[in-house]
């Protein structure tokens, strides 16, 4: 990953940080013991981890190379989006005092992150596929989007979480029962959100498939 590609997501990441943070006020952050676990290196550690668990997919799932050909290998933004999702777990960016009353936002603040982060890298992405297309409408495509600023998810139930937390709880509630974090399966959800919402933009339920741009290969 370019690293002007990398300090654009991590610019993403720090404004999810403090967006988490600001939905507890000083008394509920003393309370709970809630703050930060790491300082100004946290970028390094995420990208740490991040390239360790990319080249370890690449290594698993791609044809086998040696280590000096994995950057032959290269995964797409789906795929980028699960491994920074997986890093943030792996290394989560909250620490605070469990206890029964806890607020269930500051209880899944750290699954929270890792969500939103992962669908920022899709909302990016599909911005500079759009930005870089030659058609004009393309191109329009991108405004709409940075207008409305975030990605669609699908409705739901009355009787069931909003799409977005369900995907959160999920998250949690996996690493509670020890169940292991399904790459694959979490790349391909971020495929689905990606095309719903080429669907809605395009206005059009047969969406061709597109390459990703190289800003969002690695």
């Given at each position: 990953m370019k690293p002007e590609t990398f300090n654009y997501i991590w610019s993403q990441v720090e404004k999810s940080i403090g967006k988490i943070e600001s939905k507890f006020t000083d008394d509920m952050k003393l309370k709970w013991k809630f703050e930060r676990a790491y300082g100004r290196e946290y970028s390094d550690i995420i990208k740490t981890e991040y390239e360790a668990i990319r080249d370890h997919l690449k290594q698993r799932c791609y044809k086998k190379v040696s280590d000096d050909e994995l950057d032959d290998n290269k995964i797409d933004q789906h795929k980028i989006a699960a491994c920074f999702c997986y890093a943030l777990l792996c290394k989560k960016a909250f620490v605070?005092?469990?206890?029964?009353?806890?607020?269930?936002?500051?209880?899944?603040?750290?699954?929270?992150?890792?969500?939103?982060?992962?669908?920022?890298?899709?909302?990016?992405?599909?911005?500079d596929l759009y930005l870089c297309s030659e058609q004009r409408e393309k191109k329009k495509l991108a405004t709409d989007l940075q207008q409305h600023g975030s990605l669609w998810v699908p409705d739901t139930t009355t009787t069931h979480d909003q799409y977005n937390l369900g995907r959160v709880k999920t998250l949690a509630l996996n690493e509670y029962h020890n169940i292991s974090f399904d790459l694959l399966t979490y790349a391909d959800m971020m495929y689905w959100i990606e095309h719903y919402n080429r669907q809605i933009l395009e206005n059009n339920p047969f969406v061709d498939a597109i390459n990703p741009s190289a800003n969002f290969q690695d």
């Amino acid at each position: 990953m370019k690293p002007e590609t990398f300090n654009y997501i991590w610019s993403q990441v720090e404004k999810s940080i403090g967006k988490i943070e600001s939905k507890f006020t000083d008394d509920m952050k003393l309370k709970w013991k809630f703050e930060r676990a790491y300082g100004r290196e946290y970028s390094d550690i995420i990208k740490t981890e991040y390239e360790a668990i990319r080249d370890h997919l690449k290594q698993r799932c791609y044809k086998k190379v040696s280590d000096d050909e994995l950057d032959d290998n290269k995964i797409d933004q789906h795929k980028i989006a699960a491994c920074f999702c997986y890093a943030l777990l792996c290394k989560k960016a909250f620490v605070f005092e469990m206890n029964d009353d806890i607020p269930a936002d500051m209880l899944l603040s750290n699954y929270m992150l890792a969500y939103s982060v992962s669908l920022q890298i899709i909302y990016l992405c599909l911005i500079d596929l759009y930005l870089c297309s030659e058609q004009r409408e393309k191109k329009k495509l991108a405004t709409d989007l940075q207008q409305h600023g975030s990605l669609w998810v699908p409705d739901t139930t009355t009787t069931h979480d909003q799409y977005n937390l369900g995907r959160v709880k999920t998250l949690a509630l996996n690493e509670y029962h020890n169940i292991s974090f399904d790459l694959l399966t979490y790349a391909d959800m971020m495929y689905w959100i990606e095309h719903y919402n080429r669907q809605i933009l395009e206005n059009n339920p047969f969406v061709d498939a597109i390459n990703p741009s190289a800003n969002f290969q690695d």
